[in-house]
């Protein structure tokens, strides 16, 4: 079916003369307004999410053990030199990259929703606790993947796919 450019132009047209009291009752500029108010919010809301799981704490403690890492790897570098690097990384870059992610993955009401979590005594222990259970965690993969890899390398062997270890 073909729409004729007429007549669609006219019924605009009318749509729009007739609409034109109501439509000049909102501003033209209030959509931009609110969702400049939301993006303010959930970006506000986030950035109380992450102080409240001491994000940017575990930030510093990430770029001093990268410092450390570092000076380790460079002692002809003085100290002067790496207080100085060290004044050029902030947290808060960091946490303003970070920010993205959670407007991707999470709408502003479930950020809210983890904040409520969060400062509940269970997500405060949440917090205080997971750090350890993901290290403790990481161990135990590690443990788990070497003997798997140990079992594919005797199977393999047995069945001829490869050569007998020394």
Do not use: C, H
């Not at 965690?137 to 070497?146: A, E, M, P, Q, V």
């Amino acid at each position: 079916m073909k729409i004729n450019f007429w007549f669609v132009a006219v019924v605009l047209s009318l749509t729009t003369t007739s609409n034109r009291s109501a439509l000049a009752q909102i501003p033209t500029n209030t959509i931009a307004q609110n969702n400049n108010a939301q993006e303010i919010e959930i970006t506000t809301n986030i950035k109380k999410l992450l102080d409240i799981t001491f994000t940017k704490n575990t930030f510093k403690y990430l770029i001093s053990e990268l410092l450390n890492n570092f000076k380790s790897e460079y002692p002809q570098a003085p100290q002067k030199f790496w207080d100085t690097f060290a004044a050029e990384l902030k947290p808060d870059d960091l946490v303003n990259e970070i920010i993205p992610l959670y407007k991707k993955y999470f709408t502003n009401e479930e950020i809210k929703q983890l904040i409520a979590f969060y400062e509940t005594p269970v997500g405060q222990k949440a917090i205080t606790t997971l750090p350890q259970i993901v290290q403790d965690s990481n161990l135990i993969g590690i443990k788990y993947g070497t003997a798997v890899a140990k079992r594919a390398l005797k199977k393999l062997e047995a069945e001829g796919y490869i050569r007998p270890s020394k």
